[in-house]
């Protein structure tokens, strides 16, 4: 009995000794050595502490700013300052840093680059050893997928571009337009009914029905003619993303996301749910006749492959949120300046006439694609282009070790006057007159769908989108900010109006 109790004992110590190493291992000592490889080469920050890196400080800065920037972030006038207040610690140790400095969420090591040299180094390269961050897929890829092409890397990566490229390039595109033109008429429609049963002139929440012009016409690209099932999929998606984005506090924490609660249980049930729907419509159609990128994927995949599901999942999402939230900044900042409004509506109006809208109109609209182009630099889609080494990498004058993630602050890149002028805070959309190379100093630092072999293969398609949606908006309505619009900036993935966007619209 005493020399089982005693093997027992040894095999517990062992265990026990294990495991505390690898935990020590794993939460300090990696991340440790990896901070000061990055320290030796003059890429400072915040010391970190034990298991939760900084973000201790990163709480303790976000309380310190938040009362006050909020309180300036609703106040009557559109200010574009919310990066210090969403990641006010991004500002500061950036100040008190350099360019380029380190911190930690949790375990997780980041790098985050305002440097401009060496942003385009790491938006040129090539290499496939540079990959999106391993935060995305382990966070979000319930809500992303674990292996679409937001999330994989190397060889899957690259037969993923490869398949669904094509199905968003200017000839597939062209094909979508009185689509996309029959999803935006019925809610300009409804826009129409409210603003005449209010005598003329109207208060209109156009957000939501923003929000709903965007997940038709992407449910019609995803599933074509079953369009009407991929809305409800996409219902439970946007519940999902609210779920997550109360979980963005323990990014970087291992093994956060397993913790039972009972917002982890509800994510892990919907996603289950959604990922259920979407192959049970792989498998109804696949002896189909069909069309949209569904079909690409099953050519490709064959029915009930996970990177369907998970493209799926990132079209939706990224397809609805991106392009809604655009078109309501740009809504927003029009509204504004109704100088800006005018001059667009009169470029719409003399080049639609009275003919349906068409491409080959929308490519004549250059004022309204600089407003554009100066929404997406003032409010891009999301706030970092993130990437993960998976080897030791050298950029610039540094050797960035192997498990680091590259963080670089867009909006920030986009409003530095360095780059862009002493105007670079305020809404001029004249700046892109003769296109985006001549915009700034380094046009490719505008980055509003990512740079390089990873830019958003679905660009052409918001970019389209963007354009009915907005001519065909001015062509119906004059439109003023309404007295209960505050202008605050929110993240939930994507950047979004926090309060709704209320819109006082009268129609010409």
């Known amino acids: 009995m005493a020399i089982t109790l005693g093997v027992f004992l040894s095999l517990f110590f062992v265990g026990f000794t294990c495991l505390f190493l690898y935990l020590y291992n794993l939460f300090w000592w990696k991340p440790l050595q990896l901070r000061k490889k990055l320290r030796q080469q003059g890429i400072n920050g915040p010391a970190p502490s034990f ?8 709480k303790k800065i976000k309380l310190e700013m938040q009362a006050t920037k909020h309180q300036q972030s609703i106040t009557n006038g559109v200010s574009h300052d919310y990066m210090s207040r969403l990641f006010p610690h991004i500002e500061k140790w950036r100040a008190d840093c350099g360019p380029v400095f380190a911190f930690s969420q949790g375990n997780m090591v980041i790098v985050c680059i305002c440097d401009f040299g060496i942003v385009r180094e790491i938006c040129q390269c090539k290499s496939t050893e540079l990959g999106r961050s391993a935060y995305l897929r382990d966070n979000w890829g319930i809500l992303l997928g674990y292996d679409s092409i937001v999330t994989s890397k190397g060889k899957s990566w690259a037969l993923q571009r490869k398949v669904i490229a094509p199905e968003f390039f200017n000839d597939k595109i062209k094909g979508m337009v009185d689509m996309m033109v029959g999803s935006v008429v019925s809610v300009l429609e409804k826009w129409e009914s409210q603003v005449e049963g209010a005598g003329g002139v109207a208060s209109v929440r156009v957000d939501e029905h923003l929000k709903s012009i965007s997940a038709e016409v992407i449910s019609k690209a995803c599933f074509g003619s079953k369009y009407v099932i991929g809305n409800e999929i996409f219902s439970k998606m946007l519940v999902l993303q609210d779920l997550l984005s109360k979980q963005q506090a323990f990014v970087g924490l291992p093994g956060a996301r397993h913790i039972p609660t009972k917002t982890a249980r509800d994510i892990r049930r919907i996603g289950k749910e959604v990922d259920g729907s979407v192959l049970k419509l792989t498998y109804s159609d ?21 990177i369907i599901t998970d493209n799926c999942k990132t079209l939706f999402l990224g397809g609805h949120e991106s392009t809604a939230s655009a078109t309501s900044f740009a809504l927003v900042l029009l509204a504004h300046h109704a100088d800006w409004q005018e001059r667009v509506r009169a470029e719409v109006v003399e080049i639609l006439g009275n003919q349906a809208l068409n491409m080959d109109k929308l490519h004549k609209m250059k004022l309204l694609n600089m407003v554009i182009y100066e929404t997406l630099r003032l409010y891009p889609p999301v706030p970092f282009l993130t990437r993960e080494t998976s080897e030791e990498m050298k950029f610039g004058d540094f050797a960035i070790p192997k498990g680091v993630n590259m963080w670089i602050p867009i909006p920030l890149l986009h409003q530095d006057p360095a780059n862009w002028g002493d105007d670079a805070h305020e809404f001029h959309p004249e700046r892109f007159v003769n296109g985006i ?23 052409n398609f918001a970019m389209t989108e963007l354009k009915i949606v907005l001519s ?3 062509s119906k309505f004059t439109f003023s900010l309404s007295p209960e619009y505050k202008h605050s900036v929110m993240y939930k993935l994507f950047f979004k109006p926090e309060h709704g966007v209320q819109l006082k619209m009268e129609k010409i």
């Open 51 to 58: 298991f939760f890196g900084n973000l201790p400080d990163i």
């Open 286 to 306: 696949c002896n189909a006749e069909k069309q949209g990128f569904l079909q690409a994927l099953v050519n490709n995949f064959g029915c009930g492959s996970s």
């Open 437 to 459: 190379s001549s915009a700034c100093k380094f046009p490719n630092l505008f980055m509003p769908f990512g740079m390089g072999i990873r830019t958003c293969a679905g660009q």
């Open 472 to 474: 065909l908006v001015l």
